[in-house]
């Protein structure tokens, strides 16, 4: 918490009041989103959807980009590029990475559940350019 004070010049008062606020609007709309999804023929209820999505590739999904994007834009600046902080954080998101593929082909190729990232778009040559 200190390097995000450090970073922002925000006083502690002022981000905790920030994130008590952020809390409750973030809890009201997500439940906005719950009760005003639109209905589709396929009989499924909301409930049903929501048990259909992939929370841990979601999870994933989000976790690999931010020890990777904090190493490359840290190395050189305020660590070298050889040190622990950084190659740390670089290993860890490269890892990430490939555990966020494994799962995302395994949930695609052996479960029922509806993949954050299809698998099937990198067969596409042109597919997987454009995602590159």
Not at 89 to 95: D, W
């Amino acid at each position: 918490m200190d390097i995000l004070h450090e970073v922002c010049k925000v006083p502690a008062i002022e981000m905790c009041e920030l994130t008590s606020i952020s809390g409750p609007i973030i809890g009201v709309a997500m439940a906005m989103l719950f009760f005003s999804m639109p209905a589709f023929d396929d009989g499924r209820t909301n409930l049903q959807r929501i048990r259909h999505l992939d929370i841990y590739g979601g999870i994933l999904s989000v976790c690999w980009p931010i020890p990777l994007i904090y190493a490359l834009q840290e190395a050189g600046v305020s660590h070298a590029w050889g040190s622990g902080v950084i190659i740390g954080p670089l290993v860890a998101g490269i890892a990430l990475l490939v555990l966020f593929g494994l799962y995302e082909y395994w949930i695609s190729s052996r479960t029922q559940k509806a993949p954050v990232f299809p698998v099937q778009f990198l067969r596409n040559a042109s597919m997987a350019l454009t995602l590159l």
